[in-house]
């Protein structure tokens, strides 16, 4: 028996499932997404990267940063990134508009460390000493910060210089056994400035007309305990 026409048809309808199912799908719900003008703020969201935190992200798709932190937060019921109890990640999930402007999306696929995709808005959420200076203490030896961290040391993104006139502005503050010796000091190099402009960026707060699942604190009522929704 001749079984080439099923066997065609088999190949045939495998194939336009998979190009339905993967490519034309995608393309009508993401293909016509553009930015997302705000008048009242006079911007395109997601805003471009400014010149040197672009720079910055080749530095972290360089060094693999992305292999152990992931830049997409979950929306509340899918893990405990957002919400009253949780890890306190982002107040919403992350939307693909908040990609659109990246040539490469680093995702990432494990969490050895914390998503990074909010991370300078959580930490001035979180206040006090959230600066430049902390990440670059962080990068240069994360011990320093967090003295149980796992993370590796980038100390290669800095340089030791002599101190020439007055001290440069971007001199580190180390203690102990860090501080380089009389006369010396610590400051980034070009490609660990561009690094920390680049986590300096990383905030997603702008709420897209798409945007669900906005966390808000729940008031705590006067004499009751704060409850959980774990
Ligand atoms: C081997 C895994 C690993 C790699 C690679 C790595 N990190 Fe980390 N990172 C961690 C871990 C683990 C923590 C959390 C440490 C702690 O505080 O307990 C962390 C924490 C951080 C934090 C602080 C986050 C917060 O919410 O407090 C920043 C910022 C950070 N990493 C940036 C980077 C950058 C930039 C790179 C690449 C240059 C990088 N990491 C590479 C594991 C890693």
Redesign the pocket.
């Known amino acids: 028996m001749n079984r080439a026409p099923l066997l065609f048809l088999g190949v045939f309808s495998a194939l336009a499932f998979s190009f339905v199912g993967l490519v034309l799908t995608n393309q009508l719900t993401y293909g016509s997404f553009t930015t997302h003008v705000d008048e009242d703020e006079g911007n395109a969201f997601p805003l471009q990267l400014p010149g040197a935190a672009a720079q910055g992200k080749l530095v972290?798709q360089d060094?693999?940063?992305v292999?152990?932190?992931t830049q997409q937060v979950r929306r509340e019921g899918f893990g405990p990134d957002i919400g009253e109890h949780s890890r306190g990640w982002g107040e919403r999930q992350s939307v693909a508009r908040d990609y659109l402007r990246e040539e490469r999306v680093l995702l990432g696929s494990q969490r050895?460390?914390?998503d990074?995709r909010n991370?300078a808005a959580r930490?001035n959420a979180a206040g006090a000493d959230f600066t430049a200076d902390w990440?670059y203490r962080?990068?240069f030896d994360?011990k320093l910060v967090?003295a149980?961290?796992?993370?590796?040391r980038?100390a290669f993104l800095f340089k030791t210089q002599k101190i020439v006139g007055q001290p440069s502005p971007k001199a580190l503050a180390l203690p102990e056994p860090y501080a380089p010796e009389a006369g010396h000091e610590i400051v980034p190099t070009a490609r660990g400035e561009a690094?920390v402009a680049y986590?300096l960026s990383l905030k997603d707060t702008y709420a897209y007309p798409e945007t669900k699942n906005v966390y808000t604190p729940p008031e705590p009522k006067a004499g009751e305990k704060k409850e959980g929704h774990e």
Request: aromatic residues 12%.
């Open positions: 972290y060094l693999g940063c292999s152990c932190h050895v460390g914390p990074l991370l930490k990440l962080y990068i994360p967090a149980e961290s796992s993370m590796p980038y690094l986590l």
